[in-house]
């Protein structure tokens, strides 16, 4: 069987990765979870300065989800290139490096330098993060976006991915700009905006008001996105959102997604995307495949 996927200027073992912010940065899994079997790894998304995040709570449990405002709680550029990408770079997976920041100029010397470092495989722009000012607003505008990849990629060799937000009214015109701006592929999606109320206290149950919504509830969502993004977009689409077993995975690579991300439920089971892994032999042969890449984008016009 051939478990490889392509995502533009990068090819994978596979196409099991694990989401930002959902993995640490790796070491916490540490003899929990065999990292070198995965397509490849985020770590949490990092920025210039390290940051403390928002005030509790930051998550809540919702009905099949969880709404978090972390914040981008990060230990900053410095301390990741200096304590973390040394470890990353030996666990035998390719490393995607989550960037943020509140300016194009942050992406754009973020990229240039996390992108000159060897070891890091692609860097993933965070367009796309409910819960801190700034960086949304590159994900909810097609322009903008266009030229915060554009400029990031005018400064590294590195092959380059938008992370988009689903809280826009067409993620297919947003898509469009992060590949007209020269992006190898783009990620479908972040967490949708939400609240949990605490009508006994009448306040919002998260320190930061609002959230945004991951897990099971978002499937669909997420789903959709890729379906719209695969019907209008000549780029790779990774895709994330709700994902937790072998039918989750197959769903999205049908419908579109050359790869796929596992975030929450990594929470519930730290090993669950290695045992994906193992589950996709069985589940390409149920449609008569032998490649990964012979069930991308296969889905059938509905009736
Ligand atoms: C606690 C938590 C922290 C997250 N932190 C980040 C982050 O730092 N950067 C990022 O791009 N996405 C972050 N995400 C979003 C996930 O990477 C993912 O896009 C989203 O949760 C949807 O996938 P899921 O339903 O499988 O969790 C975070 C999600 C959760 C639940």
Redesign the pocket.
Known sequence: MDLSTSLGRLSLKNPIMT????FGYAREMQGVVDVSKLGAVVP??ITAEPRIGNKPWR?VETAAG?L?A?G?D?DGVDAFLQHHLPYLRETGTSVVV?L?GRSESDFVSLAERVGAESGVSAL?L?L??PNVSGGVDFGTNAESCRKVVEASRSVTETPIFA?LTPNVTSIAEIAQGAADGGADAVCL???VLGIVVDWKRQKPMLGNGMG?L??PA?KPI?LRCVHQVAQAVDIPIIG????SNIDDVMQFLVTGASAV?????NYYDPKISTKLVDQLPDALSELGLERIKDCINTLHPSR
């Open positions: 989401a930002s912010g959902t949490k998304t998550t969880l978090n972390i981008l990060n989550s943020a993933e965070n796309s993060c992370k999606i972040n967490t945004g991951s897990g978002i997420a994330i959102g709700g994902i991300q596992i975030g929450t439920a």
